[in-house]
């Protein structure tokens, strides 16, 4: 039982995890070797096209998953969403899910015109240098160093960074609740322990 939802995460989503928390670590790299804007630029755009890479796939976890349950894709993001927590904390992340999808959605389409997306284009997907203590402790990168940063339509930011390690996690703990079995072996996303 969803061999098909299980495989894409782990042989897609996985590695274009990967390729995103590279393309950030690129980021850092560019930024310590020149904090001027024109000198990180090209490592930032690459960051957020890779960060919309894994948008899309993670997003392509719905469509997969509610084909082989049989359920309502709604259905099954707002049961996905309430199983996403910071990990070690009882921070509530339950928006980052639709965050991601939004991600996805901008970088298909530019503006977008669905108002249940928490934001309204791909201009709401920054590469921008942070202020302390911005989202929760330990999620991304310190303070100062930019990174992809979501802005949602209330005015929020959030570290795309923290996200979607949180998104993967829940997503596990929902397949596993209805029956998927994972490769045994640690899963490691954008440098935290996401535990199936």
Known sequence: MLENTVS???HNIMPSAA???TAEDALSL????D???AEWEAAARQAKRRAAE???AIDGLTDRCAGELACSKNGIRSLVAKLCIWPGTNFDRTDCTERIRGVANAYKHGTLSDPRLPIASEEDVLAVCTLYGMDVYGAGKYGGIPEVIVR???GGQWKFLADVPVAIAAWM???IGHGAIFPLGSYRVCGVEAHP
Request: aromatic fraction near 14%; charged fraction near 20%; glycine fraction near 0%.
């Open 19 to 21: 390729d995103y928390e």
């Open 35 to 37: 904090p001027t804007p």
């Open 173 to 175: 703990r929902f397949l």
């Open 8 to 10: 894409h995460l782990i």
């Open 54 to 56: 894994l948008a899309i």
């Open 30 to 33: 560019a930024y310590a070797a």
């Open 152 to 154: 949602d339509t209330s």
